[in-house]
């Protein structure tokens, strides 16, 4: 499975970017999916992840309340909205498929695919 995301971009403090997940290859509409983060200089960070059904959502604190994530299987896709940025969301984010389907892991060692990354900049 190869992962896209993209979506990223140059927005300012309190402004909303709605980041995509796409598959090639093959379906992941049974993997769960996850979205992490890296920021210059630190480790990659989770930040949510949702299961294949859409029934079971995680989220790092630091985005709780504030992004969601979610997914339409038909279409392939998972998405990340971030509404309310702040400039420390700042970071690289990727997103991630687990092999497994129902458990809902939070470290990136625990997921098999990984696609490249978009830039998301948070500046005034």
């Known amino acids: 499975v190869q992962l896209q995301a993209y979506g990223g971009g140059l927005v300012q403090p309190g402004d909303s970017l709605r980041l995509s997940c796409t598959a090639s290859?093959?379906?992941?509409?049974?993997?769960?999916t996850g979205w992490f983060r890296q920021a210059p200089g630190e480790e990659r960070e989770f930040v949510a992840a949702?299961?294949?059904?859409?029934?079971?959502?995680r989220y790092v604190d630091s985005v709780r309340g504030r992004f969601t994530v979610s997914r339409d299987n038909a279409k392939n896709t998972v998405y990340l909205q971030m509404n309310s940025l702040e400039p420390e969301d700042t970071a690289v984010y990727y997103c991630?498929?687990?092999?497994?389907?129902?458990?809902?892991?939070?470290?990136?060692?625990?997921?098999?695919?990984w696609g490249q990354g978009t830039l998301v900049t948070v500046s005034s």
């Open positions: 991630a498929a687990d092999a497994s389907r129902f458990v809902v892991n939070t470290k990136p060692n625990e997921y098999d695919y």
């Open positions: 290859g093959r379906t992941f509409s049974s993997n769960t």
């Open positions: 949702i299961n294949w059904s859409g029934g079971t959502l």
